[in-house]
T-cell receptor, first 111, second 114 residues
Framework: EAQVTQNPRYLITVTGKKLTVTCSQN?????MSWYRQDPGLGLRQIYY???????DKGDVPEGYKVSRKEKRNFPLILESPSPNQTSLYFC??????????FGQGTRLTVV | AQTVTQSQPEMSVQEAETVTLSCTYD???????LFWYKQPPSRQMILVIR??????QNATENRFSVNFQKAAKSFSLKISDSQLGDTAMYFC???????????FGKGTKLSVKP
């Protein structure tokens, strides 16, 4: 089954404690992206990757890091999380002009 | 930079009625794609419908259809015979060319009432 898998689905952490949200896709898509969703703001892009070893900033990259060492994986790293990064996070992948496939979402709370 | 505007934060409709969700976008590109995604309470993002800008014919998927007005840069979604399961957030999205990023509007929360 074609899918994008994010882990964990839910995470509560404390300010400053490094964390990683994993994202994996099994569709051999070149493009992958991370979004955060906040009430009233829709989905805003954090980082995206057009291919392996190629990443670029989206609209809200501050406080986040990504890496794309292999095609299927695109982890999102928060080196020092802060409460304003409390949000719902989505990973997505797509191939060319076709629609994007989304992960199940990760609800992150930073206290 | 491209922008996507959804001017209706919330809407409601009676079951079996028809509702139209608005979306406008701003771009100088000629080759692009437009999408409507549905996000039910389960949080899953589900593609509803897609429109290629070079196609004049409006896309249709069962009860869902779009009114694509390229000159006006408008891309509204019409839901016919609304069902309780249509209750969800709806996001309009724009993609430049065939490799571009997806840019989302802020969403419209639709409630279908029995």
């Amino acid at each position: 089954e074609a899918q994008v898998t994010q882990n964990p689905r839910y995470l509560i952490t404390v300010t400053g404690k490094k964390l990683t949200v994993t994202c994996s896709q099994n569709m051999n898509h070149e493009y992958m992206s991370w979004y955060r969703q906040d009430p009233g703001l829709g989905l805003r892009q954090i980082y995206y990757s057009m291919n392996v070893e190629v990443t670029d900033k989206g609209d809200v990259p501050e406080g986040y890091k990504v890496s794309r060492k292999e095609k299927r994986n695109f982890p999102l790293i928060l080196e020092s999380p802060s409460p304003n990064q409390t949000s719902l996070y989505f990973c997505a992948s797509k191939s060319g002009r076709l629609e994007a496939f989304f992960g199940q979402g990760t609800r992150l709370t930073v206290v | 930079a491209q922008t996507v505007t959804q001017s209706q934060p919330e809407m409601s409709v009676q079951e079996a009625e028809t509702v139209t969700l608005s979306c406008t976008y701003d771009t100088s590109e000629s080759n692009y794609y437009l999408f409507w995604y549905k996000q039910p309470p389960s949080r899953q993002m589900i593609l509803v419908i897609r429109q290629e800008a070079y196609k004049q014919q409006n896309a249709t998927e069962n009860r869902f259809s779009v009114n694509f007005q390229k000159a006006a840069k408008s891309f509204s979604l019409k839901i016919s015979d609304s069902q309780l399961g249509d209750t969800a957030m709806y996001f309009c999205a724009f993609m430049r060319g065939s490799q571009g990023n997806l840019i989302f509007g802020k969403g419209t929360k639709l409630s279908v009432k029995p």
